[in-house]
């Protein structure tokens, strides 16, 4: 599974330990910014992965700002995009099975790296029911 993973400021200091977390499992990464802990604009980062993900050059990605809420409006504004703002388990679990999400956002201000660990363990685990679900995601689409 390739994973586009991306980070402004407020997420930098979370991207080390995830990119080494989802290396560590065997995924192919791309980091796709920030670079450093410099101010930078969070919706640039969100552009660079979901424009990517939705053109199809990675299966999924990770979004991390302070609180996620940028990333996440920023995300769902490129079309095709699901971007789901998880701060629990279920709700990554669900993001996956009944929403088809393809974009996972974390707030690295608001959820502990192990908590979000573990929330980004559970949304690549689970996949997409299908079934009464694609019809509602199709309706999102259209
Ligand atoms: C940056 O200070 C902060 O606004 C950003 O990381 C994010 O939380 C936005 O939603």
């Known amino acids: 599974m390739r994973i586009a993973v991306g980070t402004d400021h407020g997420g930098f200091g979370a991207k080390k330990e995830l990119l080494e977390h989802l290396k560590k499992q065997g995924y192919e990464i791309a980091d796709l910014g920030t670079q450093s802990e410099e101010s930078c ?4 980062i969100a552009q660079e992965v979901a424009g990517a993900v939705a053109k199809g050059e990675y299966d999924l ?3 991390v700002c302070g609180t996620g809420i ?3 409006l920023a995300a769902n504004k490129i079309r ?3 971007a789901a703002l998880c701060t629990d388990t279920y709700s990554a679990r669900m993001a996956r099975m ?7 956002c974390l707030g690295a201000r608001v959820t502990g790296l192990g908590l979000m660990l573990d929330i980004v363990d559970t949304y690549l685990s689970e ?3 299908g079934g009464r679900h694609a019809r ?3 309706k999102i689409e259209s």
């Open 98 to 104: 009944h929403n088809d999400s393809n974009i996972l």
């Open 70 to 72: 940028g990333m996440s």
């Open 41 to 44: 604009d969070y919706p640039d």
């Open 61 to 63: 990605g990770i979004l």
């Open 80 to 82: 095709g995009i699901r």
């Open 136 to 138: 509602r995601v199709q």
């Open 127 to 129: 996949s997409f029911e």
